[in-house]
């Protein structure tokens, strides 16, 4: 078998069974490893030895960051094993010591603007699909494929909550939003079309996709003066802020759709600006 053939027998797998994020996670790290491949002259799986695959690792180190390494690790060991090739030195390859996750985020002051502006958009043009998307990010911490698959069957208005069916774990899950999201999504509703899905790009009457949530990012981006803004940030803000305001982690975790509870512990230590109020709020030896 060939590096290539290995290589694409995976992405179809992945293709099929997992979202178009993780597919394109997946190529990129994927493309790293032929390029170097063929930058080495390795065509076929058995070509792969233990002194080749130390020469792949020892180049990434000087290039790359430990989470990368070992995702791109992780990514061939899976190719492997489902090819049902047997890579012993590959398989003994350890986890390398990653740093502590920071996650990129949006301080308080900043989403509380961000919605305020947001509320106040006149009903024209596309102002109601921006802060249905928008409000939903904030509210529901969903990643951008889950919200642009919110089917509109599965949203309660009575009860604020939305039944995800498309989700990166492939369970349902529920996720919930404030009365002044409610009265958005209300408006959206009301809007007559043939699609299934909740939000609705009026102006060319189709259903949203990732170009138009990247669109709405670069828009406030712009307009709040901020460095970044990415949609993932509203996921990171939520998951912080509830576990700042005593929220237990396992109804975080079940908010966010983590299939893993450390995933959900690494928003414990991320807050900086949180922890350096912390500091200061409780340790003063400078009071007389």
């Not at 002259?41 to 792949?56: A, G, M, P, Q, T």
């Not at 904030?138 to 039944?163: A, F, H, P, W, Y």
């Not at 996709?209 to 901020?226: A, G, L, Q, V």
């Not at 305001?245 to 966010?256: F, M, R, Y």
């Amino acid at each position: 078998m060939t590096v290539q053939e290995l290589i694409d027998n995976k992405l179809k797998h992945i293709k099929l069974n997992y979202s178009i994020g993780t597919f394109n996670h997946y190529v990129s790290h994927f493309t790293h490893f032929l390029n170097w491949c063929n930058k080495n002259d390795i065509v076929k799986v058995n070509e792969l030895n233990d002194s080749k695959l130390i020469d792949y690792v020892t180049e990434m180190k000087s290039t790359c960051k430990n989470i990368t390494i070992n995702k791109r690790i992780g990514m061939l060991k899976r190719a492997f094993r489902e090819a049902g090739i047997n890579n012993e030195y590959l398989n003994s390859i350890k986890k390398f010591k990653e740093k502590t996750t920071t996650f990129e985020m949006i301080d308080l002051h900043t989403l509380k603007a961000i919605r305020k502006h947001v509320l106040t958009l006149p009903d024209i043009s596309n102002n109601l699909t921006i802060k249905c998307s928008i409000l939903l990010l904030m509210d529901t911490g969903c990643r951008v494929n889950e919200l642009i698959k919110i089917e509109r069957k599965n949203v309660s208005i009575e009860q604020l909550e939305i039944l995800l069916t498309t989700t990166k774990t492939k369970e349902d899950r529920i996720v919930y939003f404030q009365q002044s999201t409610a009265q958005e999504i209300k408006k959206m509703l009301a809007i007559k079309t043939n699609s299934k899905y909740l939000l609705h790009h009026v102006g060319l009457d189709r259903p949203i996709n990732y170009f138009d949530i990247d669109w709405m990012m670069k828009r406030y981006r712009k307009i709040f003066n901020m460095d970044k803004l990415h949609a993932h940030m509203f996921r990171h803000s939520l998951a912080s802020i509830l576990l700042e305001n005593g929220a237990d982690i396992k109804s975080v975790q079940e908010i966010l759709g983590h299939s893993n509870l450390e995933t959900t512990q690494r928003y414990l230590h991320t807050r900086k600006e949180h922890v350096k109020k912390t500091f200061f709020s409780k340790y003063n030896l400078d009071n007389k």
